[in-house]
């Protein structure tokens, strides 16, 4: 009643007493973090989806198996297991991208990812192609104090003395890292062949026209820092993401995290055309990392229109074929009664047919002997012919 007469009187424009704190009673305020976007609760999920520790298992069992096939090579053995990288050293790390709807373009241009660590062995031979004059090129990596690249080969090079498979090859096997001036890239691929393009090669495009203020230097340690993720027309695309030798399994995690959301925002349809990710070698298995649920298997997938005359048409057809079938199991029922009595028939005709082939005989000999006989005669006749002919050539010259 206290509370009320207090609240009467302050209505009424007199002074009100405080009460005290204990006699309030407030209702329970609401979250304030219930109107805000829920964030991940799972630490371990990369962007929400990817498992950071089984990415970190297919990691380590692949560099287990690489340092397992080292040992094994040292002591003179030969491991036939695919896992284990098969005759020669394999220790490049790929990221394995399937999509389930293909791309109906191939963009001959690659996306550059930069990495946190280079994806090369800081060993790696750098190879430079540039459009003609070489020597201009030469000249120009001199003038900046550049020595990232080893050698510099031109278009007319490539046209001329690398034209023969062998050259080609032995110049793709001598050098490690390929990069390719963008003004010539799209003549590439037919100069270079598609082995290239199979050996996991293909040239990163870079930007040599603006060399001033050192961005010719800094141009070239972005690429040889970076990866790059070429679309093609087919189910999968693989991204190379380092060394197994020169990185440990935290630091291709670290890659992995950090290629992993451009390649996502460059495929077409995003996490709903992506069907799982894979790690692996170029010779070992793949080991997966990432799996779409079989519920969303087919989401995005079109479905093909049927007219209804070729449906008809196509339950004609099953119709047909099963009439078909019935009618060969009738057959080859009646065909199991009729046995007997063509075998019978058949040991009746026997000799009846042999009768025959021994008739048959002498009227092929005699065939025979007749178009001989008019073959003679026909050549005889043209040999009286030309000799009447000659007689009377010479009786008029006379």
Not at 344 to 363: D, L, N, S
């Amino acid at each position: 009643m206290a509370g009320t007469k207090a609240a009467s009187k302050g209505s009424s424009g007199r002074p009100s007493k405080a009460l005290p704190a204990s006699n309030l009673k407030t209702a329970p305020s609401a979250p304030l973090t219930s109107s805000l976007p829920e964030k991940s609760s799972d630490p371990d999920k990369l962007l929400g989806r990817v498992s950071r520790s089984q990415c970190l298992k297919a990691m380590q069992a692949l560099e287990k198996q690489n340092l397992k096939w080292k040992s094994s090579s040292a002591s003179g053995g030969k491991s036939q297991l695919p896992l284990e990288g098969g005759s020669a050293a394999d220790e490049v790390l790929f990221l394995q991208v399937n999509v389930k709807r293909l791309s109906p373009t191939r963009k001959v241009k690659p996306y550059r990812i930069p990495l946190p660590h280079s994806p090369h062995a800081p060993t790696s031979e750098v190879l430079l192609l540039v459009k003609d004059p070489q020597r201009a090129t030469k000249d120009l990596l001199i003038a900046n104090k550049i020595k990232s690249i080893h050698r510099v080969v031109d278009v007319s090079k490539l046209k001329g003395k690398f034209s023969p498979y062998e050259a080609r090859r032995q110049l793709m096997n001598s050098y490690d890292i390929f990069l390719a001036d963008e003004r010539i890239l799209r003549m590439l691929p037919k100069l270079l062949g598609k082995k290239w393009l199979e050996s996991k090669k293909q040239p990163h495009p870079v930007d040599i026209t603006r060399p001033e203020n050192g961005r010719l230097d800094k141009e070239l340690n972005a690429v040889l820092n970076s990866t790059q993720y070429a679309a093609n027309k087919g189910c999968c695309v693989s991204v190379r993401l380092g060394t197994l030798s020169h990185l440990s399994a935290e630091q291709l995690v670290d890659q992995f995290s950090a290629a992993l959301p451009k390649i996502v925002s460059r495929v077409e349809g995003g996490w709903e055309n992506l069907k799982s990710l894979e790690v692996k070698t170029a010779k070992s298995v793949s080991l997966p990392v990432w799996n779409c649920d079989l519920k969303d298997l087919w989401v995005g997938a079109k479905e093909v229109p049927v007219d209804e005359e070729t449906a008809e048409a196509s339950d004609e057809d099953d119709d047909d074929e099963e009439e078909d079938e019935e009618e060969e199991e009738e057959d080859h029922e009646d065909s199991g009664d009729d046995d007997a009595e063509e075998g019978e028939e058949e040991a009746v005709a026997a000799p009846v047919k042999a009768a025959k082939r021994a008739a048959a005989v002498p009227t092929k000999a005699s065939a025979a002997s007749k178009d001989a006989v008019g073959a003679k005669t026909a050549k005889r006749k043209e040999e009286a012919d030309s000799s009447k002919k000659e007689q009377s050539k010479k009786r008029r010259s006379s």
